[in-house]
């Protein structure tokens, strides 16, 4: 005869409704609870349904790619990293565009836990509020009981208990660096376009760009400080508003390429030289940092090789939980020089 669900929940020491949400995968359960459940159902051999069968006997192929942005460079990099490395152990990503949404984000984090992915690779900022880390941890946990190991790439784990690998970047030592470049230069009113407000990219390039300048010994102008978000046009209407207002300024540091892009767009429009009479420098080194002129001076970030860690990271030890940091670098370009004199 068939073993039974009832059957398997007596060899596991635990209620047929345990054993039916280990199996299903659609609700938290202990990892030693699942551990459990799993022994019995091979000791037994019970399979009710094909979502069983892979449980035990193989796997998804699945490696599931959560953007904030699939148009933008810098997501395009880091996912083609990322595909590479899954085709070379023959696994299949599939690539979910959030628009930065987290409710869509924890939408797509639920259908691949529902198709039982390998892993997930969740990729760019998150916010910064309690609600979305309470959410967050909520879905890292149960990606954890249903078997999906879980990675964040380029954002930090939204609690210290919260399951899964975390690849970050050093934003704020990139910031700093590029920011202590153009004080070296000679500027001192450096006009600093950010990202989104509330999200742990723009805080950390923030943070960097706030370093640089109280290691210098200069305040920081508040009125030369602009929030908008990760695109051209963002980093033109900044520019655009700060002349409007009349805003004393010798260089613009952009939160990425694009919007540095943008910044070069609005000051060529109003008749300024780069880097004659403004200077201009980004972050990222997409390819937009050379398709403009002055090629951009930026920080180079390796976005390739940050996919290929999340996927290296994704299919380590079953019980490792690792965060590696990725260093940037500061590349020079011919978008910034000394201020012009007077």
Known sequence: MPVTLVEV???????????SRVLNGNYPVAESTRQRVEQAVRELDYVVNAHARALLHATSGIVGVILNDASDPFFAGIARGIQGAAAETSRLSVICNSEGDPEQEFAFLDLLRGHRADA????GAAP?????????TARAKGLRSSG?????CGRPAPADDAPGDVVTIDNEAGSTAITRHLVELGHRRIAYVTGPDGRSTTTARLAGFRAALAEAGLAVDENLVVHGDFSRQAGREAVENLLAAGRDFTAVLAANDLVAAGAVSALRTAGYRIPDDVSVAGYDNLPTAVDVWPNLTTVHVPLEEIGRKAVELAFGSADGQAVVTVPTELVVRDSTAGPAAG
């Open 148 to 152: 999906t190991r879980l990675v964040l």
């Open 120 to 123: 997930v690779i969740l990729v």
């Open 128 to 136: 910064e509020d309690e609600e979305y880390r309470a959410a967050a």
């Open 9 to 19: 929940a007596a060899r596991a020491g635990v209620s047929p409704a345990t054993v």
